[in-house]
């Protein structure tokens, strides 16, 4: 995947993001992914505490916001039906992960699926610093640089309609940790009112 972000502007809601994928196609994953991220304006010099991403991938996905599986609050995502679905966890090894345990929250802009893809727009609220009983870390903005992981994966989550409880399978469809560099597209003035628009809570 690009290390230098990509810009674009998602068409529905305006929100422009900086983002890092891999294209379908390539032998990386099949289905490729996106993952987008937006910032609040002074987040390259002060950190952040929350994030708008963008994600866009087959099968279901999962991002570290640290980098490794381990130690970092993940983000999972997975569509069923016309619903995309979310949950925030944390593993102490490479084991099903745990539900994370901290004050972080996901609420949704937008989403969308079609037959082979899903894409989610959503705020992460509380997720650049995290604490999973007594576990801490963080991903800071402020150097304009980020070290995260990603996934991907085929065999659909069991209890996929309940993120709390939801069962997962050895993710097959590609992994990797990446340096996502932040260029000043990734910090906007729009930030808060981009971020008022995620009223949907999916659980
Ligand atoms: C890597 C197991 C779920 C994120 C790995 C590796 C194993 C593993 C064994 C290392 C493989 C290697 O180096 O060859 C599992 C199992 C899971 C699970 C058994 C569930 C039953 C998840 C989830 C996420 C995730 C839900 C994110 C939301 C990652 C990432 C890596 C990774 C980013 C690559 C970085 C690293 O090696 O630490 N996983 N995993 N995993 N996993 Fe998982």
Partial sequence: QNNVPNTFTDAETGIVFNSWGIPNGSPQS???WTFGM??????LSTDATEFIGYLDAAG???FSLAGPMTNSLLITAWPHEDTVYTTLRYAGGYAMPDKYA???EI???RSSQNSTHFS???RCKNCLQWDHNGSTGGASTSGGFLVLGWVQAFPSPG???CPD???LEQHDNGMGIWGAVLDENVANPSYTAWAAQATKTVT
């Fill in 30 to 32: 099949q289905g490729g």
């Fill in 38 to 43: 937006a910032l609040p304006s002074d987040a």
């Fill in 60 to 62: 279901w996905c999962g």
């Fill in 102 to 104: 901290g004050n972080a």
């Fill in 107 to 109: 609420t949704q802009i």
């Fill in 120 to 122: 989610l727009v959503f």
């Fill in 159 to 161: 209890n996929p309609t």
């Fill in 165 to 167: 409880q939801i069962t």
